[in-house]
C-alpha cells in the first residue's frame, strides 16, 4: 500500500462549511485522532472520547475515504 498516512490525508483533506466540515476541524485538535493507523486505532479512540453519534459517524466515513484515498495511489 502507499505510504499515505492519516495525519498526511487529514491535514491535506479540503474542509467545508458544513456539519461534516465542523466535525473534521473539531477532530483534528485530538492528536489522538491524528496519530490513527488501523480501524482497531479509530474504534479505541472513539470509545475513549465523548463524541456526539455524529462527530463518531463522521469520523468514520473520513476513516473510510482516507483508505480509498491510499488504494488509489497504489502504482498497478
Do not use: C
Not at 489522538?32 to 488501523?38: E, K, N, R, T, V
Not at 482497531?40 to 456526539?52: G, P
Not at 463518531?56 to 491510499?70: N, P, Q, S, T
Amino acid at each position: 500500500m502507499s505510504g499515505l498516512s492519516f495525519r498526511e490525508y487529514l491535514l491535506t483533506r479540503r474542509r467545508s462549511f458544513t456539519s461534516a466540515g465542523e466535525h473534521l476541524t473539531s477532530l483534528l485538535k485530538h492528536g489522538d485522532f491524528l496519530a490513527i493507523q488501523s480501524t482497531r486505532d479509530l474504534e479505541a479512540f472513539l470509545e475513549k472520547q465523548n463524541l456526539s453519534q455524529d462527530a463518531a459517524v463522521h469520523a468514520r466515513i473520513v476513516w473510510r475515504k482516507y483508505l480509498d484515498a491510499k488504494r488509489k495511489r497504489v502504482p498497478r
